[in-house]
């Protein structure tokens, strides 16, 4: 009954020598490379890299070995780092005519004069500009720094001279962004890789969720180090990044699927070591949920004992696994997914490729380890539950919380909030506690001398939460006395029925 | 095979958490209070109502008393986590046993000052980053609400260093902290970070209350090395069951704190009431873009912080506001208007009904006979009869029609504080000038184990000015 050996669970862990992420770009991570304009581009730094930035296609190359957080300029397919440079376009103060430095802050408190020089003069005439475009386009092609054409730009322009400084700066900012091509390289943590996918989507369309509903579903899901949650994600792996985040390499994400495989595209913008990830996310398919639910409720019902026949068939799955993987030898296995089925097929094929037959073993004896690892989990019960889907949370949440220890914190996100209220009413009935359905009202704003005030255009709509604490009415909340002795003490009397049918009925009749 | 299970689990069990079970971070860690019924020395939140919290520490005999009556914690004891406890007292009421968890500490503690809520915890733990295994300062300390937020987030490697100038407060956190069973991952300090890093050491006093202060890897207090406190054997060595009675504290200096701790914080959290005070001490701590957030109700506050960001060569400085907007559920039914159409369309009629007048077909028996005869209807007319007939048995089954709405709260909370975020620049300030033109050859890059290039330290500057 050496499990110890075969068994797969992580090794001990140690303390990881630095929580914070690497402090420069390695070969082959993923990057963010943020705009003065706010758009956010997402770049895997490597040697032969290529993409498109705005309108210009760069090489990647010159990522590699720079800190996070730099600023670097497009010059003119590559990028190239600044040194010293903190604020994207610092140097680019072409409106510095008062000695302020604007471009880092503005004018001290109190010298606001945006009322000395106002736009009673100001006429829309589009003839301000004395350069024509094709000028310009010359001068790009003479290879003049964006830097001198923004200069030129404001010493032919007539109203110039009649712009406020705050409008000097602005419009300088404005041009910058056009013709001097700078971005910020930035580390793929949860809240940035959020934040630029939420920006990307553009604010109007629903592809992603919200970074502040991420954010509450960490908080109130209670995920921390050590814990074993179980993520429904619909967003692409942007949760369940997060997550494995927080978890730093200890505890549990179990990531449920549909379909034939986990959609995880987002998960790679995280960098999360693969060491990491091999320990602590085990991708389950939902459609094997189902028979694991047998056994959770016979416990449930008989107060926290039992089940124990219904789960021992997928146990022996999870030992036998084990041990496979130990001695490195395969096992043959009848499941019920009808994975058995392709096994046979294949096994008739005596002229298959061998080494192709092989692959495809080790192929499936992985998946088998993962998804015995998985049953015994959930057949152990889970500490946290984090959805984020597009499913009907009514039909979904109710089931997977089954799946779940009592006392644990659950939280649901939705993009509608038509369903959420369906689910709260069978919660409240099934009497969850702490439930709490939610929406969040988020607001930025710009903190500047004389022109503080919330931003022009915000997000109005950050999806709804649902908030609480799952317990089991009835017998489980009673039960006396300790899990893990009794646990230990039943080992011998397992394959007998015990009081179970007495109880069941009993606990039927209470829901 | 169960025995085997069993020892997996426990095995596994005993590699969660920290190694030492003793200061086992109960309060903030997850996962190692699984399955265990309660016990005498562990902390219960205790339901009174659905927005009514306290929390009890179960001592066998004790007892305690609230709005529902007397309970006694040898009821507790040996109960499970959801689990109803009767009243002693007053016969039917009950209360419900949770375990702790960050947001139920925070709404069942005695507030000791105004305490940062649920949603601007949750933003601030995750718009700075955090995550197991990090370095934190904060302050102030205040009821400990954020602190726990970001203790659940670092642990169980991580150190957090948190700042309080009122000493029975620091002196209570502590006391708090030693209870939950976190002092491990905390350093209370009794001090105020918002004073000038210029003074002498004597004025600028920040005082130590830590029992368990955190042995570096040179074996030297990061605090006490400059104090002449003594190394901190004793205090390692002391047992978490009976913390040693808080001594006097000793004295300690701003200066000192920032420089043992400078270049080595990966995050900074400001709730004082004049943060900007604090940039300096912060830029001088924080890694290299590493991020800091303040927490500030007052608008002119905000706008003297990003100032002193702005200086301190901080960037991508964000200020926000993050309010919640709560929903109820409502079980009610909508009354109907009566348009005078008759008995086929009168009270209970549906919107099916009114999409098929709609469409132009008269009486509802006509309607259903045609849809089906024309393919693509049927299945409509199908589902809204199943639908009528499964009203009708509702409302034989109980006479209501009712619904559940969502509502929302009449009242929410208007304001808490607007929350500041930044990244620490890489670079020292660099002096402006205008022939500071075009991208300049970089330097082969150094990828340097270090931050790279530091920068100055005011510390330092300061010192060198007096």
Redesign the interface.
Known sequence: ????AS?P??S??S??P???PP??IQEGAWVILQMGDGRNFFACAQQKGMMRLGRVTISLSGLI??????VL?V?PDRL????????LY??L?VG?MDGN?F???GAP?GEYDGVSLDNRDFADTNTAQRLSMEEVEELKRSGA????IIQALASNSDTWEKKTAFAKQKWTQKKAHKYVVRV?AL?G????VAEALFVKSGLVKTTAIR??S???L???G???????VLVLDSYSGVVLG?IL???????KAISLYAGAQAHIDHLKYFNLPTDQLAQTLVHFPASALAELEVGRARRRAEG?EGG?EED?RF??TA?EEARARASGKFVLHTTREGEGQGEEKAAGQEDFDRAKWLKYLEKKRRRLCVLAEGR?LLI??A??LVVASRHDPSVVVPRLLAFL???A?FAVYHEY??P???L??SL?EAGM???????????????L?GR?HPHMSMSSDGG?LLTG????QGE?????????EE??G??GE?SSGKEGGGNRKRHRNQR | MDFALVQEWEREESQRGTPSTKPDGRVVCTATKRRRPFQAGDMVVVMERHDSYSHVYLEPGGMFQNRLGHFHHDDIIGKHVGAKVMSRSAGGRFIRLLLPSPELWTMSIKQRTQIVQDLDQSMVVFKLGLRPGMRVLESGTGSGAMSHAILRSISPHGHLHTFEFNEARAIDAQVDFERNRVSHLVTVMHGDICQDLSLSDEESTIVCTSAHMETESDGKDPLGEHNGLAPNGTAAASQPEAPPPLAHPPAVSVAPVARTLRGRIDAVFLDVPSPWLAIPLAAAVLKANARIATYSPCFEQVFKTCEALREHNFHSIRTMEVRHKQFELRRTCMPHLDFGDGDSVGVGEDLGGAAEKGNGVRGDDQNTAHARETGPKKSESEGMEAWRSKRKHREAEGGKDARPFAKARPVMRGHTAFLTFAVAGLHPPKSLGPGAVGPTVPAPWIPTSGPPAPAPDPVDELAAEA
């Open positions: 009954m050496a499990a110890s068994s669970l992580p001990p862990s303390p990881p630095s929580a914070s402090a420069v070995g720079v800190p996070y957080g730099s300029e010059h190239v780092p600044l040194p010293g440079t903190t604020e610092e140097d103060s510095d430095d471009a880092r802050g408190l720094s964006g830097q001198a910020r580390a943590c949860g809240s940035n970074p502040d991420i954010a509450q960490l908080s109130f209670n995920v921390a180090a050590g814990a074993r997060c985040e927080r978890l730093g390499g200890e505890g926290g124990e021992a146990l022996a030992e015994r152990e019960g500490d946290c220890e009592d006392g914190a909030l038509e959420l209220v369906a709260y009413a409240m506690l702490r439930l709490q359905m939610l929406s969040t009202w988020w607001r930025e704003y710009q903190i001398p503080s709804y604490i799952k317990v089991s489980a909340g009673q039960r006396e006395g300790g899990g893990e646990r230990q039943q080992e397992k």
